[in-house]
């Protein structure tokens, strides 16, 4: 027997203040003779939930880890999952905001459990709270988690287990998240499941059928209960049903009949206790009646809830913590530099330094032809980089039809063979554009469970970032417009073909129809009738193809078993499609690389004038020119832009030196990453203008980190990142002359740049960012596993 050597006690929160206060005093109180921390992650709270926590860190007795993410990051088991890998502890403790432990032993009650090495996991038992309701009380009497007998489960014999019926597996399997504790050990091989509810039972599950011990220790008690009104108590209780139904394929209650025979059967029972409690005549009828009322509710919604016919797979305990994950992208440095490229690279770095093997499928855009020595297309070729390797697929791009832009057999064929030489756990599709989208499924068909981060619009745009060439931003889908957008240059035709998108089938089979029609008697006449032919079954095939797009690309996506958003924007923008389940639709921005990034004392302008920045491409899309003209005739304003600028080959630019004024503007050029904070040492504001939906502009995470304030366009992953009044200022998308009146509160507000660069957000690292996909994966593989390991003993397993 050994004890537990560190413990890590894990809160999430969210609009906690009515029992908070009393949860951390009772922590704080705890006398446990090992090493212990606590770390909490607030999903939003807008009540007193963050200064009750940071009063209670600033006399926190051991380590107080914080940290705040969006509501929309929240999931029982991601949150849970995210606690666990941001903190060290060899014993995990799970522990909700209103769970208040009854004594400063309960730590180490609960910790002794795992002196025994067989202990995977252990569990508190709930007390009903000194002020519960009479019914919550009555209620809770037959809960497994309130019983006061001590509990320890092994699952029997494989045949005698076997022929359980689900009810009597659901017993077995029982345990709450609300008061609890896991080995590290065992969580690494098994993180809890995204799931709606339950994500405790599948954990126990999954340990038990491999061999563990679960335990329901009555000693360690925590208070703990709800007084739930009719209306609530179904709904909990329709979710709880739906997961046993999908999950276990356990049927809480067969039939609406059965709900309403079990309401009569408990009545009796309910109204017996209720009189045990010393209640009599009215008073009696009544709560017994309310009491009945409950029991109902909670019967018919066990019924309801039970009809979904979706069934799950099981999870699994994986064998091993290390994965094989392979990464797809259109490009790979050194190649391509650009952010999804180089994101691929650093969080494929950071997943190889800790142990996994990561291999990297990249399209490559070969500059010789196959005459003059260059690879051939769709043949894999093998490299190293950064200490990666990198499979590169030669692709020229020389699409035969719209839909191989899309869909290319050729490419699926190579991503067949590499998978079955690589036989990846897991495939994190970064981008599939001049690749395929039905990679995702032939992944799933090679066994892999599979990520696809969306990292742009390319699933809802062809030209990905719904945007037009004639610089009209596509707020809603175009229709036939679209084919115009993607195939022609007479981009004034657009909204025209918009508006005759009801008529494009019509048309279309006329086309068709016109091209299957035989040759014309007249040699002459066939030759003219010929080349019209040609053309309307080149327009007829690649209307087709656009409209088949939606579907494939959208459906394939959104088969994979996890989908990330980087920001907020982009994920309602793919949610709006009505394609993908929201469920698996996760929003989590980037981790970045921020060694490098440390931000240096500000110098000052000699003339006095406050100095904006740029840093970025100089292409239309990104709103230059709308910055140029803003700051022209400025007084008290300098502009500094920073990135490649050659008026002499580039219309664009020669049009930014046209606007520009001299006396305020100065093109600077390329810089080297490294010296980035330098260049911000130059910037008090940076500006980012653009004109298309970006996503999650890496320009402003690194102003973030060098402690500068952004004042951006109000669309997007932009409006989304950049606090209004907190960290930076919105101006109208494309109005110089709003973007002007917000920069000149900066030449006439003196104070304003100190008091915009006082609560900068929390930027993810790499490391951060890995540790979080890392569970992903965990998580996904353990869903597919074949399956789990041998019985073993979990204390040398951790060795």
């Known amino acids: 027997m050994t004890a537990v050597a560190s413990i890590s006690v894990l809160l999430p929160t969210f609009q906690g203040e009515a029992f908070l206060e009393r949860v951390l005093a009772a922590l704080a109180a705890q006398r446990v003779g090992a090493p212990w921390d606590l770390h909490v992650v607030d999903s939003g709270s807008t009540d007193r939930t963050l200064e009750l926590l940071a009063a209670a860190r600033e006399r926190f007795p051991v380590p107080f880890e914080l940290e705040r993410i969006h509501s929309l990051e929240f999931d029982h088991g991601d949150t849970r999952n995210r606690l666990a890998a941001s ?27 795992f002196e025994d090495p067989a202990v995977a996991a252990a569990y508190c038992r709930n007390v009903p709270r000194p002020d519960a309701a009479r019914l919550t009380k009555l209620l809770s009497a037959g809960d497994l988690g309130y019983a006061a007998e001590r509990r320890e489960v092994r699952l029997p014999p494989p045949a005698e287990y076997a022929r359980l019926d689900a009810h009597a597996k659901r017993v077995l399997y029982n345990f709450n998240d609300v008061a609890s504790a896991v080995r590290r050990s065992v969580w690494e091989l098994h993180p809890f499941p995204r799931t709606e509810f339950g994500e405790d039972l599948l954990l126990a599950r999954a340990l038990l059928e491999a061999g563990h011990t679960v335990v329901y220790d009555a000693a360690a008690t925590v208070e703990h209960s709800h007084d739930y009104g009719v209306a609530e108590l179904a709904k909990r209780a329709e979710i709880d049903a739906r997961f046993n ?55 018919q919604a066990l019924w309801r809830g039970g009809r979904s016919a979706v069934r799950h797979p099981r999870t699994r305990v994986l064998a091993g913590k ?29 997943l190889l330094r800790r142990g996994h093997a990561v291999t990297v499928l990249a399209r490559s855009a070969p500059k010789r032809s196959v005459a003059d020595g260059g690879p051939e297309d769709f043949v894999l070729q093998r490299d190293e980089y950064d200490g990666l390797t990198v499979w590169r697929l030669p692709h020229r791009l020389d699409h035969q039809s719209l839909r191989e832009s899309y869909a290319h057999p050729r490419v699926e064929a190579a991503f067949r063979e590499l998978v079955q ?43 990905v970032q719904l945007v037009r060439p004639d610089h009209v931003r596509c707020e809603n889908g175009q229709g036939l417009g679209c084919l115009v957008c993607v195939k022609h240059k007479d981009y004034a035709t657009i909204e025209r073909a918009k508006a005759l998108y009801p008529l494009a089938a019509p048309l279309v089979r006329a086309a068709e129809f016109v091209v299957s029609l035989p040759k014309a008697p007249s040699v002459k006449l066939e030759r003219i009738l010929h080349k019209r032919r040609v053309k309307l079954g080149r327009w007829a095939r690649a209307y087709r193809d656009m409209q088949a797009r939606p579907a494939l690309v959208l459906g394939s996506m959104a088969r994979a078993d996890l989908v990330i958003g980087p920001s907020r924007f982009l994920r309602e923008k793919y949610l709006a499609s009505g394609r993908f389940d929201a469920r698996r639709f996760v929003y989590s921005d980037y981790g970045m690389v921020t060694e490098h990034l ?75 990453n490294a010296k980035l904070a330098e260049v911000y040492r130059e910037i008090d504001v940076l500006v980012v203008p653009s004109v298309w939906f970006e996503n999650s502009p890496l320009t402003i995470h690194e ?36 973007l002007r009146a917000r920069l000149a509160r900066f030449t006439t507000e003196p104070e304003l740049v100190a008091r915009l660069s006082q609560d900068f957000p929390r930027i993810k690292t790499i490391a951060e960012d890995a540790a979080d996909m890392e569970w992903r994966y965990r998580a996904l593989v353990a869903a597919r596993a074949p399956s789990a390991p041998e019985r073993r003993d979990v204390e040398k397993a951790s060795r």
């Open 245 to 299: 139904a999908e999950w276990l394929d356990r049927i809480c209650v067969a039939s609406e009949k059965d709900a309403r025979v079990l309401e009569e059967r408990c009545a009796p029972t309910d109204r017996a206790a209720l009189a045990a409690q010393g209640l009599s005549g009215a008073e009696l009828d009544l709560e017994a009646a309310r009491a009945r009322e409950l029991r109902g509710a909670l019967f």
């Open 322 to 350: 290390e994965l094989s994950v392979l990464f797809v992208a259109h490009g790979f440095p050194p190649e391509t530099l650009a952010g999804t490229e180089v994101y691929t690279q650093t969080l494929g770095r950071e």
């Open 421 to 463: 030489r690589v036989r990846p756990d897991v495939v994190h599709f970064q981008h599939l554009l001049h690749l395929s989208a039905r990679l995702v499924d032939l992944a799933h068909e090679a066994g892999a469970a599979t990520v696809l981060t969306l990292n742009d619009y390319w699933g809802l745009c062809a030209r």
């Open 703 to 738: 102003a973030f980190l060098l402690r500068t304030p952004v004042v951006t366009s109000d669309i997007g992953g932009m409006k989304e990142l950049v606090r209004d009044g907190v960290d930076g200022l919105h101006f109208r998308v494309g109005d110089a002359d709003d």
């Open 87 to 113: 903190s060290r502890g060899e014993l995990l403790v799970f522990l909700t905001q209103d769970a208040i432990p009854s004594s400063p032993d309960w730590l180490a009650t609960l910790a002794r459990n």
């Open 598 to 672: 440390r931000a240096l004392a500000k110098t000052r302008d000699a003339d006095g004038a406050v100095r904006f920045g740029y840093v970025g491409s100089l292409v239309w899309y990104k709103g230059v020119d709308v910055l140029v003209r803003a700051v022209r005739g400025l007084a008290g304003a300098k502009l500094a832009v920073f990135g490649s600028f050659d008026p002499a080959k580039d219309e664009y630019h020669a049009e930014l030196a046209r606007l520009a004024d001299p006396v305020r503007v100065t093109f600077r050029g390329r810089f080297e």
